[in-house]
């Protein structure tokens, strides 16, 4: 089992927090644990989604992008945060910015601002030792607008498709019902059956997760 500081004796144990998602789906699979906690402790200050999850189907499949919006909608409220901002960076997915582009500038820009504009004091994102290239993307970018935010923010990673790594500090949130998780991922019903033609599958393995986030300190941020 991997030994993780408890959030709540943290020095983030009041921090305000933004979740960054590479696709639909990855809020739940990599920080519902740490949505639902911060949502209740009124420090939860936006889910950042950096892609709308189209590349989960062929092209030409109808109506991937809206559907996918509205199971992460649900998702997101089955967690308790329905009431948060949500916002879209409206990347296409499996396509994203070179990191020295003046696009991936601009969205790093971008992002900053929100994190000055919602108060943030730590971020959690997909970390980049990840396979899929939009989750290392969004952890460059959120490593990048951390950077631009002119206010100390601390760069957490959760972990998806990778294990977290030993001998780096790590913090675990407080256990959330795993019905509740799974009901929440239950929601993106594309992603779990053929509601809408052949593509992706959630691996069985995948939609078994913890009751807790165990998040890896990436960036201090003081």
């Known amino acids: 089992m991997v030994k993780a500081e408890p959030l ?3 020095r983030w144990a009041q921090a305000r927090w933004l979740v960054l998602a590479p696709h639909p789906d990855d809020e ?3 920080a519902g644990a740490l949505i639902a906690h911060s949502v209740a402790n009124r420090r ?3 889910i950042v989604f950096l892609t709308d999850g189209t590349g989960s189907h062929p092209e030409g499949t109808p109506r991937v992008a809206t559907i996918r919006r509205r199971e992460a909608r649900h998702a997101i409220g089955r967690m308790g945060a329905a009431a948060i901002s949500t916002i879209w960076m409206g990347w296409r997915d499996a396509h994203p910015y070179p ?3 003046k696009a991936f500038a601009q969205e790093a820009d971008r992002l900053a601002a929100l994190l000055r504009w919602h ?3 730590a971020i959690a994102v997909s970390d980049h030792s990840e396979a899929h290239c939009d989750h290392v993307a969004a952890f460059s970018l959120a490593e ?4 631009r935010a002119r206010r100390p923010v601390a760069l957490f990673a959760y972990h998806v498709w990778s294990e977290p790594p030993l001998g780096v500090r790590r913090i675990a949130t407080p256990p959330m019902p795993v019905g509740r998780r799974r009901h929440a991922l239950l929601a993106h019903r594309s992603q779990m059956s053929p509601v809408i033609g052949d593509g992706f599958r959630l691996p069985r393995e995948k939609r078994r997760m913890a009751a807790r986030d165990v998040l890896t300190l990436r960036r201090d941020g003081r």
Not at 144 to 147: D, E, G, N, S
């Open 8 to 10: 709540a004796r943290s």
């Open 28 to 30: 739940t699979l990599g």
């Open 44 to 46: 939860l200050g936006g």
């Open 99 to 101: 990191s020295d582009s």
């Open 119 to 121: 108060r943030i004091d």
């Open 144 to 147: 990048a607008a951390v950077r």
